[in-house]
């Protein structure tokens, strides 16, 4: 099994909106560690999208192009982090994963746009078509 879980994924018509959950099978501690998410389009590689803190109270990464359509969210009484999506466009089409690292010293927001991550999901499927 992952070590995270997504879902949430689906088809959507340009300007839809779908909400992305990520969760931690057996890790009952989430919310002590930074959790972001990436993308991977057909024939391209990961890019990062969003990360949040452990606290939830900062995001400290968004992809330019995300920005202002997508919103990084984490409930830590459910151990859920989410990936808000909004405005969704042809481009967004990619499978989603939620990543984190289980080294609560490790800085994945700072990482993660360089692809540094050390666990992530099997990933859910957004695909954004007329």
């Known amino acids: 099994q992952s070590p995270l879980v997504e879902s949430g994924g689906g088809l959507v018509h340009p300007g839809g909106s779908l909400r992305l959950s990520c969760i931690a099978p057996?890790?009952?501690?989430?919310?002590?560690?930074?959790v972001g998410w990436v993308r991977q389009a057909p024939g391209k590689g990961r890019e990062a999208i969003a990360c949040?803190?452990?606290?939830?109270?900062?995001?400290?990464y968004y992809l330019d192009s995300v920005k202002g359509r997508f919103t990084i969210s984490r409930d830590n009484t459910k151990n859920t982090v989410y990936l808000q999506m909004n405005g969704l466009k042809p481009d967004d089409t990619a499978f989603y994963y939620c990543a984190t690292d289980w080294n609560p010293y490790f800085d994945l927001c700072t990482e993660l746009p360089k692809g540094h991550y050390g666990a992530w999901g099997q990933g859910t499927q957004v695909t954004v078509s007329p």
């Open positions: 949040i803190s452990p606290s939830g109270y900062t995001t400290d």
């Open positions: 057996g890790f009952t501690s989430l919310d002590s560690l930074a």
